[in-house]
DNA sequence: TTGCGCTCCGAAACCGGTTTCGGTTAGCGT
DNA sequence: ACGCTAACCGAAACCGGTTTCGGAGCGCAA
């Protein structure tokens, strides 16, 4: 249809009128007459003007732009959460038409180089992180950067920023509490690199949790595994190997509980009947393990569409701290928790029976 | 550290020079003395220079940017290849710093209106779309707009712009001829809604090679759902309702294989046994499905580098049609495709025989 | 008639770069 | 000593918008 975009200019031309007095006339000023106006905004439909954002955004000084820095994953299967998550933002955005570009970088290097560049060059005026570690040198580079930014997790000491978290800590808690109310006492947690600020946080929900209930930590019923489905079979087969194997165990996340679930049905076990398993993130997938795998849900469409609204207030001024939210998960029953089984853990469940 | 981006002024200033020769000094003009040049380069790193890049496409008249449009799922399962997809263009971008935008909308209609804007108003310098309608409205609205762009997937007729796609029609008849191989006659396709090209590529290679293996196609036997795990659950119960069902199963993706598991489980068969499944897509989760599903794979790290490779020479005025690539997905046997069993439909399946 | 204020629009500066054009200086040959 | 050329840099236009400032035109009251 139209080959070259119209300008203000040849728009402006075709009015008779000036670049200026036609930009105020479309943007609402007052200082135009009723005529004019609704004139020159005929005028700018019928001929498909769409102002050039670029101009624009320079004239502004604004760019009206966000990045999402994409994580970088050991597995592919982890994924599944970022198309979500960025539908929820571009949601959030595009109410004001804002932009939403996305970012991935090698190396950790390359990512703090790369931030460095999106916002120095004036590229964004808001950042967006996800699955933060501990101590990550992203957030400490971005506040010396001076950009509004929204962490989509948390770090070690979460006090001076915006965040969208789920309540790992609590969630390890409920697990816990749920395969004790089922007469577990043996149970295990295999985890994520501790690097990672969630996989402390849920490790630290399960280590206060077995204590609550009177229950001792075993050294050995922690174990820490590569982020993947991978690691979840390498560790899960570590505890099948002790001499007295857990008989029960909560995963990190659902990918590592997938790996569980196929190196116990490896050795002829079944979940959720001989041993116990409970994942995190409550992913779509979850239904069709083998079997249907049991985890602490969160609403992930959520999330996106906050951490969104939370950096546009940002951004237009708000206190960053004023934006700190804890979201809570819920038990996902399906298939992978059950009762203890009497016939082959005898004695010590009428002893735990006793204990609640 | 540094509160304000220097800009090209003040960076001149500070070197005693205009802008202008700063700026030619930066770029590497050959009319400034190898001095100053070295000068100007040692002061701009020193000083952390960064052009602001808005200011710099405003000049160039070049948004150096394109986007991806993110297809709309109906099952929040499907979503796993985006990821990947945006990793893969984001690299194929970043060698030329080029930004990587995207896009969601809620509607076709909305869709066309943001494709409008977006490229009107010159943010962005080329476009990605996924999984293509027959007749995609999106890819004439951005033929007339004369903007370049790339097509994940085909079209009905798809002779006169760039793609990357998969042979689905190749693909569906390796699936089928494998199953034969296994003895199997009674085929049936679970398939998506036609209105998607890649739905129908895939419908014609199983018809294909189901005429090319002297086997008749029974309108029963051909499902069309919606493209979800639960599309895939219903019009498998279809088929398992039908008085001479199936003993083997093609799905159009992994997603709706997994659905149709969850129906032949439901039944007390077991797949791969009972009855064999094939999905499509190779997506990593399905070694963790109920059996582990065998599927018709394909490199989808690959897709997002040459599709960015792709969209870029294109915008270099290369010859959209010379940038045509179909892939070739391959056969990735788990648990689910098996040889027939005669042993246990009993009469039925001697029925079935002798009306081979 | 003069003066005042209000309405409405034009002119121009500005955002931060890129690129063209023209002029100064130095170096060279004769 | 003169002129010519080449090397080097400054000045200014430009990209396409936004926004401030000032002035023309008008109505109204003194």
């Known amino acids: ?136 040198p992203r957030i400490r580079l971005i506040q010396d950067l001076k950009c509004p930014f929204v962490v989509h997790g948390r770090t070690a000491s979460s006090d001076d920023y915006a965040w969208y978290d789920v309540d790992g800590d609590a969630a390890f808690v409920e697990a816990v509490n749920h395969l004790v109310g089922l007469g577990h006492g043996d149970i295990a947690f295999v985890g994520a690199p501790l690097q990672y600020q969630f996989a402390q946080d849920r490790l630290n929900g399960y280590e206060r949790a077995m204590l609550g209930n009177g229950l001792t930590l075993t050294r050995e019923y922690t174990q820490i595994a590569d982020f993947s489905d991978e690691g979840g079979e390498i560790a899960t087969n570590m505890l099948l190997d002790l001499p007295k194997p857990p008989t029960a165990i909560v995963c990190v996340s659902d990918t590592m509980a997938l790996g569980a679930l196929a190196a116990i049905r490896e050795r002829g076990m079944v979940p959720g009947q001989d041993i116990s398993v409970i994942g995190y993130d409550g992913l779509k997938f979850g239904t069709h393990a083998n079997p249907p795998l049991s985890t602490m849900a969160q609403p992930q469409a959520h999330a996106g569409r906050r951490l969104g609204d939370m950096l546009l207030s940002i951004i237009d001024g708000d206190d960053p701290t004023k934006h700190q939210e804890l979201q809570r998960a819920y038990l996902l029953r399906r298939k992978t928790d059950g009762p203890l089984h009497l016939a082959e853990a005898g004695s010590i469940v009428s002893e735990r029976e006793e204990l609640q």
């Open 1 to 136: 249809m139209s080959a070259k975009p119209v300008s203000l200019k040849v728009l402006a031309a075709r009015l008779g009128l000036t670049v200026g007095t036609v930009s105020r006339a479309l943007n609402g000023y007052k200082d135009i007459s009723p005529v004019t106006r609704d004139r020159v905004k005929r005028a700018a439909d019928e001929m498909g003007y769409r102002p050039n954002q670029t101009a624009r955004r320079l004239s502004l000084g604004a760019p009206e732009t966000v990045c999402y820095l994409m994580p970088r994953y050991s597995s592919s299967i982890a994924q599944p959460f970022v198309a979500q998550l960025l539908q929820g933002l571009g949601e959030a955005l595009s109410k004001r038409n804002w932009d939403l570009l996305v970012s991935h970088a090698e190396s950790s290097k390359e990512e703090l180089a790369q931030i460095d560049r999106l916002v120095r060059s004036g590229r964004v005026g808001g950042l967006v992180i996800s699955r933060p570690l501990k101590n990550d």
